[in-house]
């Protein structure tokens, strides 16, 4: 199961990501997000909560 090219919806995609990711380990850099906003970054790593817990996202955020 991959990601679907057709889901430009950004709620599809997040579902999608998150039955990809289910109980799988990972390491997910997240470089330089433009963000400073709490809410957008929560956003944006909402799909990954559903991971095997030794899971880990580094995530670096860029002032203006």
């Not at 990601?3 to 997040?14: G, P, S, V, Y």
């Amino acid at each position: 199961m991959g990601i679907r090219k057709e889901a430009t919806n950004l709620f599809l995609l997040q579902v999608d990501l998150r039955n990809h990711l289910r109980e799988k380990r990972f390491l997910s850099v997240l470089d330089a997000v433009w963000s400073e906003s709490y809410e957008d970054r929560e956003t944006l790593v909402c799909p990954f909560h559903v991971c095997a817990p030794v899971s880990k996202i580094i995530m670096t955020i860029r002032k203006n």
